[in-house]
DNA sequence: ATTGAGACCTGTCGGC
DNA sequence: TGCCGACAGGTCTCAA
């Protein structure tokens, strides 16, 4: 699930746990996962307080006392589980012995909070650099705006699009176009726009560079999907709400007044779903 | 320089 | 019920 704003909800929900503790102890259950945890990744944390969590894309990052900071990406089946103590309980600071078997990481907290990062398909990310040189990270350094961010808008986006020949799905899934997208948001930000995936990238500007309309609204439809999927994180209720294309092949449009039926494509190798009735800018 | 394909892992689901 | 292939919300590396 996480895309920018799953991985946002993360991070809320992680901050006051987090934020301001130090690590009492950290638990590697899994050592070798994919993501080359640094040599006593453990011990360089204990001790340290977390002074900020704070998210760039789809990473999350927390910066400890120690100037290091510790970098978390949630791959494609991450997610944390915070555990409180229980009120009027005493801690007896053992860790949770017995979890589930893709329960990697446990961090236990001196606020109290017990964290557990889970990750079946252990695509997840977990590493140590230092916070000076977080520019000089292959994939932060290279990131592109924050969408929600002023740094990302029209003129920008037609910028890093020229000369693309890729179809502007692919490109919106390159992170170093703009950060935080996924292949749920893409879809959907690409329906609000009206806007067919599979038009070339390059043709967000003129020839002249300038940005189009196209790139105008592009960016507007991005913001208000991310904006509006972040604030559904916030009700429970509506966290399952239906997507407006996405894994909705065969169904009907939900664009008033369109009666297409939702096509699915494969580009770059994944699923893209549209509706080629009014996604034809 | 850009792009697509393959790789990394495990789980789930539909079809036979 | 059991097996098998296709597919899954991410990103890296490699070859063309």
Request: aromatic share 6%.
């Amino acid at each position: 699930m996480p895309e920018l704003p799953e991985v946002e909800a993360v991070r809320r929900e992680l901050a006051p746990a987090m934020r301001g503790a130090r690590f009492r102890r950290v638990i590697v259950r899994r050592a070798g996962l994919r993501t080359l945890f640094p040599d006593r990744f453990a011990a360089r944390l204990r001790g340290r307080t977390v002074r900020g969590l704070v998210r760039r894309g789809k990473y999350l990052l927390a910066d400890l006392s120690s100037g290091e900071t510790l970098l978390m990406h949630l791959g494609m089946s991450g997610s944390f589980q915070v555990d409180h103590p229980a009120p009027g309980r005493v801690s007896i600071g053992v860790a949770k012995d017995v979890g589930d078997a893709h329960d990697h990481v446990v961090f236990q907290m001196s606020s109290g909070a017990t964290i557990t990062f889970n990750d079946p398909r252990r695509f997840g990310v977990m590493d140590l650099v230092p916070s000076a040189a977080l520019d000089q990270h292959a994939a932060l350094g290279a990131m592109g705006p924050e969408p929600l961010s002023r740094d990302f808008e029209p003129q920008a986006l037609a910028r890093v699009c020229a000369g693309r020949r890729a179809p502007i799905k692919v490109a919106l899934l390159d992170q170093r176009v703009v950060a935080g997208l996924g292949n749920i948001y893409v879809s959907e930000a690409l329906h609000l726009a009206h806007l067919s995936p599979r038009r070339p990238a390059s043709r967000m500007a003129r020839p002249s560079g300038t940005p189009r309309e196209s790139a105008v609204h592009l960016v507007r439809a991005i913001k208000t999907t991310l904006e509006r999927a972040i604030e559904r994180q916030q009700n429970p209720r509506y966290r399952s709400a239906r997507f407006r294309v996405y894994d909705r092949e065969g169904q009907p449009c939900v664009t008033t007044g369109c009666d297409g039926a939702i096509k699915r494509i494969t580009q770059a190798g994944r699923s893209t779903f549209y509706c080629p009735v009014c996604q034809t800018g």
